[in-house]
């Protein structure tokens, strides 16, 4: 079972815990249930961040005799979301004998590779690399927290008194230490020296709490949190950050500069790996960016070793003034800007590495801070960028918190980097599944709400692209949304309603994709009409209406569409759906002929200008896609009937017979054309067309 519990950040931290619910469950189960409801709160730990354990008596499968189990979050785990197959199992008499193998601090990362050795049940899940921080604990029920509140008392320059002031002997401390076993057993001495404590506060990065039930470690885990944000807010006396030093801009002008930069500024940083972006103006963010202290604190970079490991030494501030606004001015610095942060953080590396470190990863910034309009941060996948910028407002209110009664520190900079290049962090970096083919592109596909648009939304999704779908039909375009999520999560899927016959609209399109991902580099023009008359009772409106969807509709997406692609100095991909029609007239459809003639010519042309900036431009040539087409089912359906001779219901049937495959073309059919030509497998192909038609001689391309 999962609990998914989404808390207002403005209520105060209460229990969720309900007895009747926990009455029916087993141990592991309430571990589960306590897990669930602890990671439902970002106030009390973030995405993936924190762990829960629990020691449990069981039946040994080889001896029948009854044995103490630890079961504890395994690696790469998110709290909020874990199931119980997300837990690690192991034997706790075979970790108390591990004690025995142990040769010190400077071999400890040894003890790693006897945890698997310990695993009870057979059981598959990983254990992380905090299982001895649970283990010798002498409490049954073990929670570790990343709460904002209690960080920043432990990020405080006095974080020892300070401990002992605001939780009055309820709390030890510990010094700053990486994780690891020689922390596990320093858990162990003082939770077994001091019996009485509920917890222990670690210097700089997190909360330890306990219990002798599920319920007991839960509330109190709540109860120093609200402790902690409570003390924090009656003696916080100094002005937030120093006080604000700029006002931020308007809310549409920050989401327009935004997406203005992003895709500049994503292509200066994707040279090697594609990123996608994220924008986050909030209160919190504008508070530290619009602040006197910003350049200060941002340079201390975060205390906690979660925090750190996905927003990077330090964050990047770009140059930017919002009382005097000067966008070609910040893009102009920006170049030497971001060559100064590469060079700060290799030699970071270079201070900081040990013979056996890994070499120097990526020396892009993943955090972005601009003064007056808010944070970006790029990452290799959305969600991870999401979450980067997450954890950096999580980092924002320690130093809210800290600076407020005391003095903040950061992590210093060697344990940050011992930390950054971990060999275990490495291996686990290591273990990471190879890339999708399009993971980190950004696809734009128009009709997206239609049977051919959300079949090539769900294969490119399926490729780990990111995709923005538009569609004149809001009703459609949601619930086209709401399937789509299923494949891929929300957030690598959004949608925008548009009209692209309107050019106001269509930069609209351009912006809202921008500013949720960073850019495009796929451009997937798929919307369309059908209409069917005879010449002579083809009217203007229908003629101008084939015209205008798909001829100047296509040109206004593929020109904003164009100018990205051309900022992020990336290349790109266009495809256009276009249709059998485009190549082979057909009586009783002059407009729709002719428009889709037109829409394939505007290809070959923009596929002249875009090869000198890598910008690849083909054209997928469908025919008769009956099945999933809401083009289909309207009125094209029965013109077509009336123009064959033949009935509504035999349409299908009459297409497959036209067919020299007698096949019928499905919409996946075209959305396997359309990834070909959108993705590297057809890096060299420009200007060129793809019938998918099950055969037609007359379509032949020559």
Known sequence: MTVMIQTPQKEPITSLWDDAVAAKLSEPELLLYRSNLLGSDMRITNF?????????????????????????????????SIKIDGFSTLYMDKLRSLKNRYRGLALEDEMVAYLPHCTFNLNPRAASIDTPLHAYIDRKHVDHMHPDSVIAIAACANSEVLTQKVFEGDLGWLPWQRPGYDLGLKLEAVSKAQPN?????????????????????????????????????????????????????????????????????????????????????????LDFVCSSDLQALAALGTSCPDHFLRTKIRPFVIDFDPVNPDFDGVVARLDDALSAYRADYIAYHSRCKHDNSP????????????????????????????????FYVNAINVMRGANGVDTYVGLPEQEAFDIEYWLLEEAKLQRMPKPKSLAG?????????????????????????????????AEALEQAQQSLVKVAGRDNVSTVRANITSEQDVDGILNATALRFGGVDLLISNAGIASSAPLEETTLEIWERNQAILVTGYFLVSRSAFRIMKQQQMGGSMVFVASKNGLVASAGASAYCTAKAAEIHLARCIALEGAAHGIRVNVVNPDAVIRGSRIWDGKWKEERAVSNKIGADDVEEFYRQRSMLKLSVLPEDIAEAVYFLASDKAAKSTGNIINVDAGNAAAFTR
């Open 48 to 80: 993936g961040g924190g762990n829960t354990s629990a020691k449990v008596d069981m039946t040994d499968h080889l001896t029948g005799e009854q044995v103490e189990v630890l079961w504890v979050k395994g690696s790469g785990g998110d709290l909020g």
């Open 197 to 285: 404590l509920k917890g222990i506060i670690l210097e700089g990065h997190g909360l330890f709490t306990w219990g002798d039930t599920a319920k007991s470690c839960y509330e109190t885990t709540l109860a120093i949190i609200k402790r902690a944000e409570e003390w924090l807010e009656k003696n916080s006396k100094k002005p937030a950050f120093g006080g604000a030093k700029v006002s931020p801009l308007a809310a549409p002008e920050r989401a327009a500069l935004a997406a203005r930069l992003m895709p500049l500024l994503r292509g200066k940083i994707s040279k090697d790996e594609y990123k996608l972006g994220h924008f986050d103006d909030s209160i919190t963010v």
């Open 359 to 390: 070499a120097v990863r990526d020396a892009n910034p993943i955090i972005y801070l601009i003064p007056g309009v808010g944070m970006l941060s790029f990452a290799k996948d959305k969600a991870t960028a999401r979450i980067a910028g997450e």
């Open 441 to 473: 592109r950004i696809a734009l596909v128009t009709g997206g709400a239609g049977g051919i648009g959300q079949a090539v939304a769900r294969q490119l999704l399926q490729e780990g692209a990111c995709v923005m779908l538009t569609d004149i039909d």
